[in-house]
Protein backbone atom coordinates (compact mmCIF):
# COMPACT_ATOMS: atom_id res chain seq x y z
CA UNK A 1 0.00 0.00 0.00
CA UNK A 2 1.37 3.36 -0.82
CA UNK A 3 1.74 5.33 2.35
CA UNK A 4 3.04 8.73 1.14
CA UNK A 5 1.11 9.38 -1.83
CA UNK A 6 2.91 11.90 -4.24
CA UNK A 7 2.03 15.48 -3.91
CA UNK A 8 1.77 18.46 -6.38
CA UNK A 9 4.89 20.08 -7.16
CA UNK A 10 5.97 22.91 -4.24
CA UNK A 11 8.16 26.08 -4.08
CA UNK A 12 8.54 26.28 -0.02
CA UNK A 13 9.57 29.91 0.49
CA UNK A 14 10.96 29.88 4.64
CA UNK A 15 11.11 33.20 6.22
CA UNK A 16 13.25 33.03 8.82
CA UNK A 17 15.28 29.93 6.69
CA UNK A 18 18.56 30.36 8.58
CA UNK A 19 17.22 30.02 12.01
CA UNK A 20 16.81 27.97 15.17
CA UNK A 21 12.92 26.19 13.67
CA UNK A 22 14.33 26.23 10.24
CA UNK A 23 17.56 23.97 10.65
CA UNK A 24 15.82 21.82 13.57
CA UNK A 25 12.79 21.02 12.24
CA UNK A 26 11.56 22.36 8.40
CA UNK A 27 14.37 21.20 6.33
CA UNK A 28 15.00 17.96 7.91
CA UNK A 29 11.23 17.31 7.48
CA UNK A 30 11.36 18.44 3.31
CA UNK A 31 14.24 16.43 3.44
CA UNK A 32 12.86 13.25 4.81
CA UNK A 33 9.62 13.24 2.59
CA UNK A 34 11.81 14.13 -0.54
CA UNK A 35 13.74 11.05 -0.28
CA UNK A 36 10.76 8.90 0.58
CA UNK A 37 9.61 10.63 -2.78
CA UNK A 38 6.22 12.14 -1.35
CA UNK A 39 7.64 15.52 -2.38
CA UNK A 40 8.44 15.48 -6.60
CA UNK A 41 11.90 16.11 -7.44
CA UNK A 42 11.07 19.41 -8.64
CA UNK A 43 10.25 21.06 -5.43
CA UNK A 44 12.15 24.13 -4.04
CA UNK A 45 13.03 25.11 -0.47
CA UNK A 46 13.85 29.00 -0.94
CA UNK A 47 14.97 30.33 1.96
CA UNK A 48 14.82 33.96 3.17
CA UNK A 49 16.97 35.89 5.76
CA UNK A 50 18.79 39.41 5.99
CA UNK A 51 22.06 36.66 5.98
CA UNK A 52 24.45 37.59 3.30
CA UNK A 53 24.78 33.73 1.95
CA UNK A 54 23.55 32.96 -2.10
CA UNK A 55 22.85 29.78 -2.80
CA UNK A 56 26.20 28.08 -2.11
CA UNK A 57 26.69 29.55 0.92
CA UNK A 58 23.48 28.52 2.23
CA UNK A 59 23.91 25.00 0.88
CA UNK A 60 27.40 24.67 3.08
CA UNK A 61 25.25 26.10 6.03
CA UNK A 62 22.41 23.38 5.74
CA UNK A 63 25.11 20.63 4.99
CA UNK A 64 26.81 21.43 8.23
CA UNK A 65 23.75 21.38 10.06
CA UNK A 66 21.51 18.49 8.91
CA UNK A 67 23.16 15.26 10.33
CA UNK A 68 22.97 16.92 13.88
CA UNK A 69 18.83 16.84 13.44
CA UNK A 70 18.51 13.72 10.52
CA UNK A 71 19.97 11.05 12.38
CA UNK A 72 21.51 8.34 9.95
CA UNK A 73 20.71 10.32 6.85
CA UNK A 74 23.90 9.87 4.25
CA UNK A 75 26.07 12.89 2.62
CA UNK A 76 24.51 11.89 -1.05
CA UNK A 77 21.46 12.32 0.90
CA UNK A 78 21.88 15.87 2.25
CA UNK A 79 23.45 16.75 -1.28
CA UNK A 80 20.70 15.91 -3.47
CA UNK A 81 18.18 17.73 -0.52
CA UNK A 82 20.75 20.55 -0.60
CA UNK A 83 20.88 20.85 -4.84
CA UNK A 84 16.92 22.02 -4.27
CA UNK A 85 17.87 24.91 -1.62
CA UNK A 86 18.24 28.18 -2.57
CA UNK A 87 18.61 31.76 -0.37
CA UNK A 88 17.22 35.08 -1.08
CA UNK A 89 18.74 38.26 1.19
CA UNK A 90 16.21 40.15 2.27
CA UNK A 91 15.07 42.54 5.41
CA UNK A 92 11.55 41.91 5.63
CA UNK A 93 11.49 45.51 6.76
CA UNK A 94 13.00 46.90 3.43
CA UNK A 95 10.43 47.62 0.94
CA UNK A 96 13.75 47.60 -2.06
CA UNK A 97 14.95 44.25 -0.89
CA UNK A 98 11.97 42.16 -2.32
CA UNK A 99 12.12 42.52 -5.80
CA UNK A 100 15.14 39.85 -6.15
CA UNK A 101 12.38 37.13 -3.96
CA UNK A 102 9.70 38.01 -6.74
CA UNK A 103 12.21 37.49 -9.75
CA UNK A 104 13.67 34.48 -8.26
CA UNK A 105 9.90 32.74 -7.04
CA UNK A 106 8.49 33.97 -10.67
CA UNK A 107 11.25 32.11 -12.92
CA UNK A 108 10.83 29.09 -12.46
CA UNK A 109 7.28 28.64 -10.46
CA UNK A 110 5.61 25.08 -9.09
CA UNK A 111 1.99 25.00 -9.42
CA UNK A 112 1.74 25.16 -5.26
CA UNK A 113 3.42 27.77 -3.22
CA UNK A 114 3.98 28.04 0.86
CA UNK A 115 5.02 30.63 2.56
CA UNK A 116 6.27 29.32 5.95
CA UNK A 117 6.74 32.44 8.60
CA UNK A 118 9.46 31.36 10.64
CA UNK A 119 10.06 34.56 11.99
CA UNK A 120 8.74 36.73 15.24
CA UNK A 121 4.92 37.33 14.91
CA UNK A 122 5.77 41.27 14.70
CA UNK A 123 7.06 40.68 10.92
CA UNK A 124 3.74 38.42 9.78
CA UNK A 125 1.20 41.26 8.46
CA UNK A 126 4.43 43.13 6.60
CA UNK A 127 4.95 40.24 5.08
CA UNK A 128 1.71 39.02 3.75
CA UNK A 129 1.25 42.68 2.75
CA UNK A 130 4.65 42.62 0.67
CA UNK A 131 3.96 39.30 -1.07
CA UNK A 132 0.46 40.60 -1.76
CA UNK A 133 2.08 43.95 -3.44
CA UNK A 134 4.95 42.50 -5.28
CA UNK A 135 2.48 39.84 -6.86
CA UNK A 136 3.56 36.68 -5.51
CA UNK A 137 -0.41 35.53 -3.29
CA UNK A 138 -1.81 33.16 -5.52
CA UNK A 139 -5.32 30.98 -5.25
CA UNK A 140 -3.17 28.08 -4.69
CA UNK A 141 -0.81 30.23 -2.25
CA UNK A 142 -0.43 28.94 1.22
CA UNK A 143 1.00 30.61 4.10
CA UNK A 144 1.93 29.25 7.77
CA UNK A 145 2.35 30.98 11.05
CA UNK A 146 4.35 29.78 13.66
CA UNK A 147 3.44 30.25 17.46
CA UNK A 148 3.19 32.78 19.33
CA UNK A 149 0.27 34.19 17.78
CA UNK A 150 0.46 37.67 19.90
CA UNK A 151 0.49 37.63 23.76
CA UNK A 152 -3.42 38.13 24.47
CA UNK A 153 -6.53 38.39 22.58
CA UNK A 154 -6.07 42.10 21.03
CA UNK A 155 -2.59 41.19 19.36
CA UNK A 156 -3.78 37.75 18.25
CA UNK A 157 -6.70 39.93 16.63
CA UNK A 158 -4.54 42.05 15.04
CA UNK A 159 -2.36 39.43 13.48
CA UNK A 160 -5.43 37.69 12.53
CA UNK A 161 -6.46 40.68 10.76
CA UNK A 162 -3.22 41.66 9.32
CA UNK A 163 -2.97 38.35 7.78
CA UNK A 164 -6.95 37.70 7.08
CA UNK A 165 -6.26 40.96 4.46
CA UNK A 166 -4.47 39.08 2.23
CA UNK A 167 -4.77 35.12 2.57
CA UNK A 168 -8.39 33.61 3.08
CA UNK A 169 -9.23 31.71 5.74
CA UNK A 170 -8.75 28.52 3.94
CA UNK A 171 -5.09 29.54 2.83
CA UNK A 172 -3.87 30.22 6.49
CA UNK A 173 -2.08 27.06 8.53
CA UNK A 174 -1.45 28.06 11.99
CA UNK A 175 0.59 25.50 13.30
CA UNK A 176 0.42 23.81 16.70
CA UNK A 177 3.12 21.17 16.10
CA UNK A 178 1.44 18.97 19.23
CA UNK A 179 -1.24 18.22 16.47
CA UNK A 180 1.11 16.30 14.38
CA UNK A 181 2.06 13.98 16.86
CA UNK A 182 1.40 10.80 15.43
CA UNK A 183 -0.12 9.92 19.40
CA UNK A 184 -2.25 13.07 19.14
CA UNK A 185 -4.07 11.48 16.17
CA UNK A 186 -4.03 8.25 17.09
CA UNK A 187 -6.14 9.72 20.44
CA UNK A 188 -8.66 10.46 17.42
CA UNK A 189 -8.63 6.77 16.57
CA UNK A 190 -8.45 5.72 19.87
CA UNK A 191 -11.84 7.17 20.79
CA UNK A 192 -13.61 7.29 17.71
CA UNK A 193 -12.12 3.95 15.71
CA UNK A 194 -12.77 1.66 18.86
CA UNK A 195 -16.66 1.57 19.92
CA UNK A 196 -15.66 0.33 23.06
CA UNK A 197 -14.34 3.40 24.24
CA UNK A 198 -17.08 5.87 23.23
CA UNK A 199 -19.54 5.00 25.30
CA UNK A 200 -17.38 5.17 28.38
CA UNK A 201 -16.25 9.05 27.29
CA UNK A 202 -18.81 10.98 29.70
CA UNK A 203 -18.89 12.15 32.93
CA UNK A 204 -20.65 8.99 33.97
CA UNK A 205 -17.87 6.86 33.69
CA UNK A 206 -14.92 9.23 33.73
CA UNK A 207 -13.41 10.66 37.25
CA UNK A 208 -11.22 13.25 35.97
CA UNK A 209 -8.56 13.74 33.35
CA UNK A 210 -5.21 14.92 33.61
CA UNK A 211 -2.89 16.71 30.84
CA UNK A 212 0.80 17.25 31.57
CA UNK A 213 3.12 18.47 29.47
CA UNK A 214 6.75 18.69 31.43
CA UNK A 215 10.03 19.17 29.72
CA UNK A 216 13.90 18.68 31.22
CA UNK A 217 15.13 21.31 28.95
CA UNK A 218 15.45 25.15 30.49
CA UNK A 219 14.56 28.17 28.54
CA UNK A 220 18.34 27.98 26.99
CA UNK A 221 18.78 30.51 24.30
CA UNK A 222 14.70 31.60 24.18
CA UNK A 223 15.26 33.51 27.46
CA UNK A 224 14.28 36.76 25.78
CA UNK A 225 11.32 35.63 24.16
CA UNK A 226 10.18 33.29 27.18
CA UNK A 227 10.51 35.95 29.95
CA UNK A 228 7.86 38.25 28.31
CA UNK A 229 5.30 34.88 27.73
CA UNK A 230 5.89 32.13 30.73
CA UNK A 231 4.45 28.58 30.73
CA UNK A 232 0.71 30.25 30.59
CA UNK A 233 1.36 31.58 27.24
CA UNK A 234 4.02 29.34 26.09
CA UNK A 235 2.77 26.46 26.22
CA UNK A 236 -1.09 26.49 28.33
CA UNK A 237 -2.80 28.73 25.51
CA UNK A 238 -1.86 26.61 22.70
CA UNK A 239 -0.94 23.50 23.42
CA UNK A 240 -2.57 22.25 26.12
CA UNK A 241 -6.10 23.86 24.98
CA UNK A 242 -5.39 21.88 21.99
CA UNK A 243 -5.14 18.79 23.67
CA UNK A 244 -7.84 19.47 25.96
CA UNK A 245 -10.20 20.27 22.69
CA UNK A 246 -9.34 16.60 21.48
CA UNK A 247 -9.89 14.95 24.13
CA UNK A 248 -13.18 16.78 25.32
CA UNK A 249 -14.79 17.02 22.00
CA UNK A 250 -17.71 15.47 20.54
CA UNK A 251 -17.42 13.10 17.58
CA UNK A 252 -16.92 15.38 14.02
CA UNK A 253 -18.99 13.96 11.69
CA UNK A 254 -15.84 13.30 9.48
CA UNK A 255 -12.10 13.99 10.37
CA UNK A 256 -11.87 16.23 7.06
CA UNK A 257 -13.03 20.09 6.37
CA UNK A 258 -13.74 21.93 9.06
CA UNK A 259 -15.42 19.10 11.42
CA UNK A 260 -13.45 18.71 13.96
CA UNK A 261 -12.35 22.44 14.10
CA UNK A 262 -15.91 22.93 14.72
CA UNK A 263 -16.01 20.67 17.42
CA UNK A 264 -12.77 21.62 18.76
CA UNK A 265 -14.60 25.60 19.09
CA UNK A 266 -16.94 24.07 21.21
CA UNK A 267 -15.05 22.99 23.88
CA UNK A 268 -13.25 25.96 23.83
CA UNK A 269 -16.35 28.11 24.17
CA UNK A 270 -17.53 25.47 27.24
CA UNK A 271 -14.53 25.99 28.88
CA UNK A 272 -15.79 27.28 32.63
CA UNK A 273 -14.02 30.87 33.72
CA UNK A 274 -11.49 29.87 36.22
CA UNK A 275 -12.76 32.69 39.10
CA UNK A 276 -11.34 30.72 42.08
CA UNK A 277 -7.51 31.32 41.06
CA UNK A 278 -6.37 30.90 44.16
CA UNK A 279 -7.85 27.06 44.70
CA UNK A 280 -7.33 26.35 41.21
CA UNK A 281 -3.98 27.56 39.57
CA UNK A 282 -0.77 27.45 40.72
CA UNK A 283 2.50 29.06 39.44
CA UNK A 284 6.23 28.00 39.82
CA UNK A 285 9.75 29.34 38.70
CA UNK A 286 12.77 26.62 38.64
CA UNK A 287 15.85 27.36 41.17
CA UNK A 288 18.89 25.65 40.66
CA UNK A 289 18.83 22.30 41.43
CA UNK A 290 20.05 18.93 39.05
CA UNK A 291 18.57 17.66 36.24
CA UNK A 292 19.78 13.73 34.71
CA UNK A 293 22.65 14.29 37.50
CA UNK A 294 23.85 17.59 36.20
CA UNK A 295 23.52 20.76 37.82
CA UNK A 296 21.10 23.11 36.32
CA UNK A 297 20.53 27.12 36.86
CA UNK A 298 17.62 28.91 37.64
CA UNK A 299 15.49 30.55 35.78
CA UNK A 300 16.42 33.99 36.79
CA UNK A 301 20.51 32.99 36.11
CA UNK A 302 19.68 31.78 32.83
CA UNK A 303 17.58 34.87 31.71
CA UNK A 304 20.71 37.30 33.42
CA UNK A 305 17.57 39.30 35.54
CA UNK A 306 15.09 39.34 38.35
CA UNK A 307 12.21 37.68 36.71
CA UNK A 308 8.44 36.65 38.13
CA UNK A 309 7.66 34.81 34.98
CA UNK A 310 6.49 31.08 35.39
CA UNK A 311 8.14 28.56 33.90
CA UNK A 312 5.40 26.31 35.25
CA UNK A 313 1.46 26.39 35.42
CA UNK A 314 -1.12 23.67 36.72
CA UNK A 315 -4.36 24.45 36.81
CA UNK A 316 -8.20 22.99 36.90
CA UNK A 317 -10.41 23.32 34.34
CA UNK A 318 -13.96 22.35 33.75
CA UNK A 319 -16.13 21.94 30.61
CA UNK A 320 -19.57 23.03 30.91
CA UNK A 321 -21.73 20.92 28.87
CA UNK A 322 -23.73 18.15 29.20
CA UNK A 323 -20.83 15.43 28.80
CA UNK A 324 -18.21 16.27 30.90
CA UNK A 325 -20.14 18.35 33.89
CA UNK A 326 -18.51 17.67 37.42
CA UNK A 327 -15.63 16.20 35.31
CA UNK A 328 -12.26 18.24 36.34
CA UNK A 329 -9.52 18.67 33.19
CA UNK A 330 -6.13 18.92 35.24
CA UNK A 331 -3.74 20.41 33.38
CA UNK A 332 0.40 21.49 34.08
CA UNK A 333 3.28 22.17 32.02
CA UNK A 334 6.71 23.32 33.03
CA UNK A 335 10.66 23.62 32.16
CA UNK A 336 13.20 21.89 33.80
CA UNK A 337 11.00 19.34 35.27
CA UNK A 338 12.36 15.97 36.25
CA UNK A 339 11.80 14.38 32.68
CA UNK A 340 10.94 15.38 29.62
CA UNK A 341 7.22 13.07 29.30
CA UNK A 342 3.78 14.40 27.84
CA UNK A 343 0.78 12.47 28.94
CA UNK A 344 -2.72 12.60 28.65
CA UNK A 345 -4.74 10.64 31.28
CA UNK A 346 -8.38 9.69 30.98
CA UNK A 347 -9.05 8.39 34.60
CA UNK A 348 -11.84 6.31 35.24
CA UNK A 349 -14.41 5.60 37.94
CA UNK A 350 -14.05 3.36 40.45
CA UNK A 351 -16.37 0.07 40.96
CA UNK A 352 -18.63 0.48 42.72
CA UNK A 353 -18.55 -1.90 45.10
CA UNK A 354 -15.14 -3.99 46.29
CA UNK A 355 -16.13 -7.19 45.56
CA UNK A 356 -13.27 -9.17 46.27
CA UNK A 357 -11.94 -9.52 49.49
CA UNK A 358 -8.68 -7.84 50.40
CA UNK A 359 -8.58 -5.96 47.49
CA UNK A 360 -9.70 -2.63 49.01
CA UNK A 361 -6.31 -0.20 48.12
CA UNK A 362 -5.18 -2.31 45.62
CA UNK A 363 -8.00 -2.19 43.15
CA UNK A 364 -6.59 0.62 41.25
CA UNK A 365 -9.46 2.67 38.97
CA UNK A 366 -8.74 2.42 35.44
CA UNK A 367 -6.82 4.68 33.63
CA UNK A 368 -6.20 5.08 29.43
CA UNK A 369 -2.61 6.58 29.57
CA UNK A 370 -1.71 8.56 26.20
CA UNK A 371 1.98 9.29 25.79
CA UNK A 372 2.77 11.81 23.64
CA UNK A 373 6.40 12.41 23.88
CA UNK A 374 9.23 11.07 24.45
CA UNK A 375 7.58 7.29 23.59
CA UNK A 376 4.39 7.31 22.12
CA UNK A 377 2.15 4.42 23.48
CA UNK A 378 -1.23 3.92 24.88
CA UNK A 379 -1.29 2.19 28.05
CA UNK A 380 -4.86 0.78 29.08
CA UNK A 381 -4.42 0.36 33.42
CA UNK A 382 -6.70 -2.67 33.98
CA UNK A 383 -6.93 -5.01 37.39
CA UNK A 384 -5.98 -8.57 36.16
CA UNK A 385 -6.44 -11.64 39.19
CA UNK A 386 -2.99 -12.61 40.64
CA UNK A 387 -1.70 -16.04 39.45
CA UNK A 388 -1.96 -18.79 41.57
CA UNK A 389 -3.90 -20.73 44.31
CA UNK A 390 -5.19 -19.22 47.65
CA UNK A 391 -7.70 -17.50 46.39
CA UNK A 392 -8.03 -14.26 44.67
CA UNK A 393 -5.98 -11.43 45.02
CA UNK A 394 -5.97 -8.62 42.09
CA UNK A 395 -2.98 -6.60 41.02
CA UNK A 396 -2.92 -3.73 38.22
CA UNK A 397 -1.66 -5.00 34.98
CA UNK A 398 -1.65 -2.20 31.95
CA UNK A 399 -1.77 -3.32 28.31
CA UNK A 400 0.21 -1.40 26.24
CA UNK A 401 1.01 -0.54 22.77
CA UNK A 402 4.26 1.07 21.96
CA UNK A 403 3.90 2.45 18.48
CA UNK A 404 7.26 1.84 17.05
CA UNK A 405 7.41 -1.56 18.13
CA UNK A 406 3.72 -2.47 16.95
CA UNK A 407 4.39 -1.24 13.61
CA UNK A 408 7.87 -1.68 13.10
CA UNK A 409 8.86 2.00 12.15
CA UNK A 410 9.37 5.35 13.99
CA UNK A 411 6.66 7.85 14.00
CA UNK A 412 7.55 10.58 11.59
CA UNK A 413 8.37 13.63 13.07
CA UNK A 414 5.11 16.21 13.74
CA UNK A 415 6.62 18.80 11.14
CA UNK A 416 6.80 16.41 8.19
CA UNK A 417 2.93 15.07 8.37
CA UNK A 418 1.76 19.18 8.96
CA UNK A 419 3.87 20.06 6.11
CA UNK A 420 2.45 17.75 3.51
CA UNK A 421 -1.30 19.00 4.88
CA UNK A 422 -0.35 22.08 4.17
CA UNK A 423 1.02 21.43 0.41
CA UNK A 424 -2.40 19.23 0.50
CA UNK A 425 -4.49 22.35 1.57
CA UNK A 426 -5.75 19.89 4.25
CA UNK A 427 -6.77 22.77 7.22
CA UNK A 428 -7.57 19.78 9.83
CA UNK A 429 -4.59 19.63 12.30
CA UNK A 430 -3.87 23.69 12.11
CA UNK A 431 -5.81 26.04 14.33
CA UNK A 432 -8.73 28.34 13.17
CA UNK A 433 -9.15 32.19 13.68
CA UNK A 434 -12.06 31.56 15.93
CA UNK A 435 -10.26 28.60 17.77
CA UNK A 436 -7.07 31.06 18.64
CA UNK A 437 -9.36 33.80 19.81
CA UNK A 438 -11.47 31.28 21.91
CA UNK A 439 -8.52 30.24 23.94
CA UNK A 440 -7.04 33.58 24.64
CA UNK A 441 -10.42 34.29 25.96
CA UNK A 442 -10.35 31.68 28.32
CA UNK A 443 -6.41 32.34 29.36
CA UNK A 444 -6.60 36.23 28.89
CA UNK A 445 -8.60 36.66 32.60
CA UNK A 446 -6.50 34.06 34.52
CA UNK A 447 -3.41 35.31 33.23
CA UNK A 448 -4.77 39.05 34.03
CA UNK A 449 -6.00 37.48 37.75
CA UNK A 450 -2.16 36.22 38.58
CA UNK A 451 -0.13 38.72 37.24
CA UNK A 452 1.17 40.12 40.58
CA UNK A 453 1.64 36.91 42.19
CA UNK A 454 5.34 35.70 42.45
CA UNK A 455 5.19 32.08 41.57
CA UNK A 456 6.44 29.48 43.51
CA UNK A 457 10.12 28.25 43.57
CA UNK A 458 10.57 24.62 42.71
CA UNK A 459 13.88 22.84 42.28
CA UNK A 460 15.18 22.12 38.76
CA UNK A 461 14.81 18.12 38.37
CA UNK A 462 11.56 18.35 40.49
CA UNK A 463 7.68 17.92 39.43
CA UNK A 464 7.07 21.24 40.10
CA UNK A 465 6.05 23.13 43.32
CA UNK A 466 4.53 21.02 46.16
CA UNK A 467 1.44 23.55 45.97
CA UNK A 468 0.60 21.72 42.00
CA UNK A 469 0.17 18.12 44.24
CA UNK A 470 -2.01 19.72 46.65
CA UNK A 471 -3.83 21.46 44.07
CA UNK A 472 -5.23 18.05 42.68
CA UNK A 473 -4.98 15.99 46.44
CA UNK A 474 -7.57 18.48 47.68
CA UNK A 475 -9.86 16.87 45.30
CA UNK A 476 -8.69 13.31 46.28
CA UNK A 477 -6.25 12.61 43.60
CA UNK A 478 -3.12 12.50 42.63
CA UNK A 479 -1.07 13.57 39.57
CA UNK A 480 -0.34 10.00 37.75
CA UNK A 481 2.61 8.38 38.92
CA UNK A 482 3.72 7.37 35.31
CA UNK A 483 3.73 10.88 34.18
CA UNK A 484 6.73 11.57 35.17
CA UNK A 485 8.49 8.29 36.53
P1 LIG B 1 15.73 32.36 15.28
O1 LIG B 1 16.68 31.23 15.39
O2 LIG B 1 16.03 33.63 16.01
O3 LIG B 1 15.61 32.70 13.72
C1 LIG B 1 14.93 33.82 13.26
C2 LIG B 1 15.04 33.85 11.74
O4 LIG B 1 14.36 34.99 11.24
C3 LIG B 1 16.46 33.95 11.25
O5 LIG B 1 16.59 33.20 10.07
C4 LIG B 1 16.61 35.43 10.98
O6 LIG B 1 17.64 35.62 10.08
C5 LIG B 1 15.22 35.75 10.40
N1 LIG B 1 14.85 37.17 10.51
C6 LIG B 1 14.69 37.89 11.64
N2 LIG B 1 14.34 39.15 11.33
C7 LIG B 1 14.28 39.23 9.98
C8 LIG B 1 13.98 40.27 9.07
N3 LIG B 1 13.68 41.52 9.48
N4 LIG B 1 13.99 40.00 7.75
C9 LIG B 1 14.30 38.76 7.32
N5 LIG B 1 14.59 37.72 8.14
C10 LIG B 1 14.59 37.98 9.46
O7 LIG B 1 14.27 31.96 15.68
P2 LIG B 1 13.58 30.50 15.61
O8 LIG B 1 13.87 29.79 16.87
O9 LIG B 1 13.94 29.85 14.33
O10 LIG B 1 12.04 30.88 15.65
C11 LIG B 1 11.39 31.55 14.60
C12 LIG B 1 9.92 31.78 15.02
O11 LIG B 1 9.30 30.51 15.23
C13 LIG B 1 9.78 32.55 16.33
O12 LIG B 1 8.63 33.35 16.29
C14 LIG B 1 9.58 31.44 17.37
O13 LIG B 1 8.84 31.87 18.49
C15 LIG B 1 8.80 30.42 16.56
N6 LIG B 1 8.99 29.05 17.05
C16 LIG B 1 10.22 28.53 17.15
C17 LIG B 1 10.37 27.22 17.60
C18 LIG B 1 11.73 26.58 17.70
O14 LIG B 1 11.79 25.39 18.06
N7 LIG B 1 12.81 27.28 17.40
C19 LIG B 1 9.25 26.47 17.96
C20 LIG B 1 7.97 27.03 17.83
C21 LIG B 1 7.87 28.35 17.36
P3 LIG B 1 18.57 36.95 10.06
O15 LIG B 1 18.72 37.42 11.47
O16 LIG B 1 19.83 36.48 9.43
O17 LIG B 1 17.83 37.90 9.22
Redesign the pocket.
Known sequence: MNVTAPLEATDFVI????????L??LLPALLLRLRDGQLPTRTRVVA????GLDDAGYRDKVRGALPEFVPGVTSGEIDDFAARLEHVC????EPDDWHPLGDRLRERANPVRVFYL????A?FGTICHRLDEIGLVQPSSRVVL???LGHDLASAREINDSVGEVFAESQIFRIDHYLGKESVQNLLVTRFANSVFEPLWHATAIDHVQITVAESVGVGSRGG?YDSAGAMRDMLQNHLLQLLCLVAMEPPTQVAGESVRDEKLKVLQALTPLEDLDGACVLGQYTAGLVDGAAAPSYVEEVEAPSRTETFVALRAEVRNWRWAGVPFYLRTGKRMRERCSEIVVAFKPTPHPMFPGSEGTQEPNRLVMRLQPDESVRLHLVAKEPGPGGIRVRPVSLDLNFSQAFGAPSPDAYERLLMDVVRGNTTLFMRRDEIEAAWRWVEPIIRGVGARRPRPYAAGTDGPAAADLLIERDGRSWNEDVTR
Open positions: FGGTGDLARKVSRALDVDAVGPLEKPY
